[in-house]
């Protein structure tokens, strides 16, 4: 049986582990493989950075999408105000002052609007050229992937990462490349998938979170720390995202073929899995983590 090496503790691992089918989009099988001294799960194997591409389709990934859609996009454009306003709150109680925000994988600018309005002077970085050239006609100051290199180091007060770092094909290097940009007494948040959330751990190979391939990596809360403390930031705060159980809950039964029905088990799963997620370690169906340099 093939090997690799964990990104984050250096432990062997094994390459085979659950079959996760790409509902999403092109129907390819993956596997899961699982560190099993940090909990860090890769998606195997890992198409070609020139090949990734092919398996997004910006009409239909929500955060690139740039155009009117039916009900499910309206409430999730509504849902989604209310994650901004939670998100500001979450890094205001965290002491940071408003100044110079990068927002990495920005998508359509839906959140550097948002930050804008309430005094942040934000600039992104979005790969995709459609979602990116959105945002730009929208005003926003929006680069390719290469300004992480490029921008002055210790320029950014907060450095902010929505569902991102499961994309990156190397994620150690990408928390250097943050690790360098963010002042020393700044703020780095990072959104993620958790895959020990009790959604994950119901819906199995059905769960939506999984992405496959689009999400590379699933991060376990001690992989995190340990990715983290590699580039040189501290793991300060955890903090649930409780909306995204319902998200992923309406996505996992849409995969599931459940009809109707599968409306009203979404809903109840999702409950059960942030009721569950504050009696337990586990966790929401996506945690929020707050790092600062070290």
């Excluded at 490349?177 to 993620?192: C, H, Y």
């Amino acid at each position: 049986m093939s090997k690799i090496q964990c990104i984050a503790c250096g432990n062997s691992v094994d390459v085979a582990g659950l079959s996760i089918k790409d509902f999403y989009y092109s129907g390819d099988m993956f596997s899961i493989s699982t560190c099993r001294h940090c909990g860090l799960q890769s998606t195997q194997p890992k198409p070609l950075a020139d090949k990734l591409a092919g398996y997004y389709a910006p009409e239909k990934y929500i955060s690139h999408n740039t155009g009117k859609g039916g009900l499910f996009l309206r409430i999730y454009q509504l849902v989604q105000n209310v994650n901004l306003f939670l998100k500001l709150r979450g890094i205001t109680n965290m002491g940071t002052p408003k100044g110079a925000l990068l927002d990495i994988g920005c998508g359509n600018g839906a959140a550097l609007r948002y930050f804008n309005r309430k005094g942040w002077r934000g600039k992104g970085v979005e790969p995709a050229s459609e979602a990116r050239r959105h945002a730009i006609s929208s005003g926003l100051e929006v680069f390719e992937e290469n300004f992480l290199d490029e921008a002055s180091g210790a320029s950014f007060d907060l450095i902010t990462m929505w569902h991102v770092l499961e994309h990156v094909y190397d994620v150690p290097e990408r928390l250097k490349q943050i690790r360098r940009l963010v002042k020393s007494d700044g703020l780095v948040v990072v959104a993620l998938p958790n895959p020990g959330s009790y959604d994950a751990l119901h819906y199995g190979a059905y769960w939506a979170a999984w992405d496959v391939p689009r999400h590379l990596y699933h991060f376990s809360q001690k992989s995190v720390e340990l990715l983290a403390m590699k580039a040189g930031f501290e793991v300060t705060a955890i903090r649930p995202m409780w909306f995204d159980a319902f998200y992923v809950a309406l996505t996992s039964e849409k995969y599931k073929k459940s009809g109707y029905f599968g409306i009203i088990t979404a809903l109840l799963i999702g409950f059960w899995s942030n009721f569950v997620s504050g009696r337990g370690k586990q966790g929401t169906s996506s945690l929020i983590y707050y790092l600062r340099p070290r």
